[in-house]
């Protein structure tokens, strides 16, 4: 049992694959930035208090300050001098916390000079410093060099980061060292303060490529929507609308360009092929294979009376230009009431109804798609006059019952169509229409399956060409329910005298068709039962079926 597979639309993934590339680069450039600028501020802190104390000790008068012994020469000149000075460095740079000199004395270390002015916390002559640390006693010993804690170290006094100076006298003997604390809070406040500014820099970043992301992935995307939309449609042979695509990325464009002359292939295809088969087969995700079953459809044929003549009488260019309106008609009813056209045969249109789409009532849609062509090409008969084009009097032929329908053909040329006696039934009811001077002729099979839908009337018993049993033929006239009350009494008088006709009670028959003949003197199929009523009726006919055979196509 395979797992359900979760898909993401290609904006989402995109989308979230920068920005998850964004936000780990990010996270890995904060942290590695925080420890960087913690140590490039601190070890920037640490040269600062390197130089500052260096300068600083110059500056002590290091003879008064060796006359500095008690605590009572806190009152002295020189105390105030140097305490003075040191309150100046102090003054001079405001990070400062503690500034301070000391001597150091059979291993003690204390304080001489303290630039602190609260009484609390300033640190008099004499008083000893009971935590020196390894920098501190490292600047009393020689080479006497300036230094600076690595470290914060913590004291009575709080958490510093110090530096220390030696002091020398003229001669340059070692008096003492001068001190300079820096809070830590202060420090790692001007870290945080320094880290922060960097967050909010890479958060503005951050922000700045989140944003550049999500728009490049919809112009990435909105695309590559577009097309797959577009893909959807052809997949349901949709292909009549241009795909927009408003991108200047390269290969964005030159799937549209493909997906178009894909689309022009198959509209070219489309006017060659079903569409319906198109269609099933791209839904269906198949390949056409040589196949064919058996199945019951209606087939439908129509032809253009005398068109020998009016193509004599046309350059072919001209006629091929005047046929193109003609099919265009007659093709787009054919498709509106879901029919599948088959083939062009010169000016013979063939088609059928329910395949490869399976179809119920195939019989009623042949039929009225015949109805429509025939009241459709009349109102373009006016039209066509002014124009000078010729009039396409069409003669249709409907006959329905089991073919065969599939793929014909071999594997590397098919042709979806259909075979069998009813095609050719089909055929052959089209061309008795001249003889019976009708229109539209369905068989007795088609009748069956429509006559809840049409008016029809049966003009014979015919055995066509090539057949010895005869079937029913019908013309059809009309949807049912819209003729008018005049014609459909003829049609009911003319259905009425058949059936006289096939009980071969002649002279009643007679009587009956010599009144519609007075009715509609035109009416051609009235005028032949009506001769063969006169004639049988003086000469009767011996083992009668009721069949005519006829023996042109």
Same mark, same amino acid.
């Given at each position: 049992?395979?797992?359900?597979?979760?898909?993401?639309?290609?904006?989402?993934?995109?989308?979230?694959?920068?920005?998850?590339?964004?936000?780990?680069?990010?996270?890995?450039?904060?942290?590695?930035?925080?420890?960087?600028?913690?140590?490039?501020?601190?070890?920037?802190?640490?040269?600062?208090?390197?130089?500052?104390?260096?300068?600083?000790?110059?500056?002590?008068?290091?003879?008064?300050?060796?006359?500095?012994?008690?605590?009572?020469?806190?009152? $002295?000149?020189?105390?105030?001098?140097?305490?003075?000075?040191?309150?100046?460095? %102090?003054?001079?740079?405001?990070?400062?916390?503690?500034?301070?000199?000391?001597?150091?004395?059979?291993?003690?270390?204390?304080?001489?000079?303290?630039?602190?002015?609260?009484?609390? %916390?300033?640190?008099?002559?004499?008083?000893?410093?009971?935590? +020196?640390?390894?920098?501190?006693?490292?600047?009393? @010993? #020689?080479?006497?060099?300036? *230094?600076?804690?690595?470290?914060?170290?913590?004291?009575?006094?709080?958490?510093?980061?110090?530096?220390?100076?030696?002091?020398?006298?003229?001669?340059?003997? &070692?008096?003492?060292?001068?001190?300079?604390?820096? $809070?830590?809070?202060?420090?790692?406040?001007?870290?945080?303060?320094?880290?922060?500014?960097?967050?909010?820099?890479?958060?503005?970043?951050?922000?700045?490529?989140?944003?550049?992301?999500?728009?490049?992935?919809?112009?990435?995307?909105? +695309?590559?929507?577009?097309? $797959?939309?577009?893909?959807? %449609?052809?997949?349901?042979?949709?292909?009549?609308?241009?795909?927009?695509?408003?991108?200047?990325?390269? !290969?964005?464009?030159?799937?549209?360009?493909?997906?178009?002359?894909?689309?022009?292939?198959?509209?070219?295809?489309?006017?060659?092929? #079903?569409?319906?088969?198109?269609?099933?087969?791209?839904?269906?995700?198949?390949?056409?294979?040589?196949?064919?079953?058996?199945?019951?459809?209606?087939? &439908?044929?129509?032809?253009?009376?005398?068109?020998?003549?009016?193509?004599?009488?046309?350059?072919?260019?001209?006629?091929?230009?005047?046929?193109?309106?003609?099919?265009?008609?007659?093709?787009?009813?054919?498709?509106?009431?879901?029919?599948?056209?088959?083939?062009?045969?010169?000016?013979?249109?063939?088609?059928?109804?329910?395949? #490869?789409?399976?179809?119920?009532?195939?019989?009623?849609?042949?039929?009225?798609?015949?109805?429509?062509?025939?009241?459709?090409?009349?109102?373009?008969?006016?039209?066509?006059? !002014?124009?000078?084009?010729?009039?396409?009097?069409?003669? &249709?032929?409907?006959?329905?019952?089991?073919?065969?329908?599939?793929?014909?053909?071999?594997?590397?040329?098919?042709?979806?169509?259909?075979?069998?006696?009813?095609?050719?039934?089909? @055929?052959?009811?089209?061309?008795? @229409?001249?003889?019976?001077?009708?229109?539209?002729?369905? $068989?007795?099979?088609?009748?069956?399956?429509?006559?809840?839908?049409?008016?029809?009337?049966?003009?014979?018993?015919?055995?066509?060409?090539?057949?010895?049993?005869?079937?029913?033929?019908?013309?059809?006239?009309?949807?049912?329910?819209?003729?008018?009350?005049? &014609?459909?009494?003829?049609?009911?008088?003319?259905?009425?005298?058949?059936?006289?006709?096939?009980? *071969?009670?002649?002279?009643?028959?007679?009587?009956?068709?010599?009144?519609?003949?007075?009715? %509609?003197?035109?009416?051609?199929?009235?005028?032949?039962?009506?001769?063969?009523?006169?004639?049988?009726?003086?000469? +009767?006919?011996?083992?009668?079926?009721?069949?005519?055979?006829?023996? !042109?196509?």
């Amino acid at each position: 049992m395979s797992r359900k597979k979760f898909l993401f639309s290609f904006q989402f993934s995109i989308s979230s694959a920068f920005i998850s590339v964004v936000l780990f680069t990010a996270c890995l450039l904060g942290v590695s930035t925080y420890f960087m600028v913690s140590s490039f501020i601190r070890e920037q802190i640490r040269e600062r208090l390197h130089d500052s104390v260096s300068i600083a000790a110059q500056q002590i008068d290091t003879e008064k300050h060796r006359t500095l012994l008690t605590r009572s020469d806190e009152i $002295s000149a020189a105390y105030q001098e140097i305490k003075e000075s040191l309150r100046k460095v %102090k003054a001079n740079c405001k990070d400062f916390k503690y500034i301070y000199t000391m001597r150091r004395s059979s291993g003690d270390v204390y304080f001489v000079v303290d630039a602190e002015d609260d009484p609390t %916390k300033v640190s008099h002559i004499g008083d000893l410093y009971d935590e +020196p640390t390894e920098p501190m006693l490292a600047a009393f @010993n #020689p080479p006497y060099e300036t *230094q600076v804690e690595k470290e914060f170290n913590t004291d009575k006094w709080g958490t510093f980061l110090s530096s220390y100076a030696p002091l020398f006298d003229k001669e340059g003997k &070692f008096e003492g060292i001068l001190g300079i604390d820096i $809070s830590a809070d202060k420090i790692i406040r001007y870290e945080r303060l320094q880290v922060s500014m960097q967050f909010f820099i890479s958060l503005l970043v951050l922000v700045l490529v989140i944003v550049i992301a999500i728009e490049l992935s919809r112009k990435i995307s909105q +695309p590559l929507l577009a097309i $797959s939309r577009d893909m959807q %449609k052809v997949q349901k042979f949709e292909i009549e609308d241009e795909i927009q695509i408003n991108s200047r990325i390269m !290969e964005m464009n030159h799937m549209k360009d493909a997906i178009e002359n894909m689309k022009k292939g198959l509209r070219s295809f489309k006017k060659y092929v #079903p569409a319906e088969i198109v269609s099933e087969l791209i839904s269906l995700k198949k390949e056409a294979v040589l196949s064919a079953e058996r199945r019951e459809l209606s087939i &439908f044929f129509s032809d253009i009376e005398s068109f020998s003549r009016i193509a004599e009488k046309y350059a072919p260019e001209k006629l091929a230009e005047d046929l193109d309106l003609y099919f265009r008609v007659m093709t787009s009813i054919i498709l509106e009431n879901h029919g599948t056209l088959d083939k062009y045969i010169g000016d013979a249109i063939m088609a059928f109804w329910g395949a #490869p789409r399976q179809i119920e009532n195939h019989a009623v849609l042949a039929c009225l798609t015949a109805l429509k062509c025939c009241r459709d090409l009349s109102l373009h008969e006016k039209e066509w006059m !002014e124009k000078g084009l010729p009039l396409f009097k069409t003669r &249709f032929g409907i006959n329905t019952g089991p073919v065969v329908v599939g793929n014909i053909g071999y594997s590397e040329r098919l042709n979806y169509t259909i075979l069998g006696d009813n095609v050719n039934l089909a @055929n052959r009811l089209e061309g008795l @229409n001249k003889y019976y001077g009708t229109q539209i002729m369905i $068989s007795e099979f088609t009748y069956q399956r429509s006559k809840t839908e049409v008016e029809a009337r049966l003009l014979d018993i015919v055995a066509v060409k090539g057949k010895s049993q005869g079937i029913g033929v019908y013309e059809l006239v009309s949807e049912r329910g819209s003729l008018s009350s005049e &014609f459909k009494r003829f049609i009911d008088l003319f259905n009425e005298g058949m059936e006289i006709y096939m009980a *071969q009670k002649w002279a009643e028959a007679r009587k009956l068709f010599e009144e519609l003949k007075k009715s %509609k003197p035109d009416d051609k199929p009235a005028q032949i039962i009506l001769a063969r009523c006169v004639q049988y009726e003086a000469d +009767p006919p011996h083992d009668w079926t009721g069949v005519t055979h006829m023996h !042109e196509k």
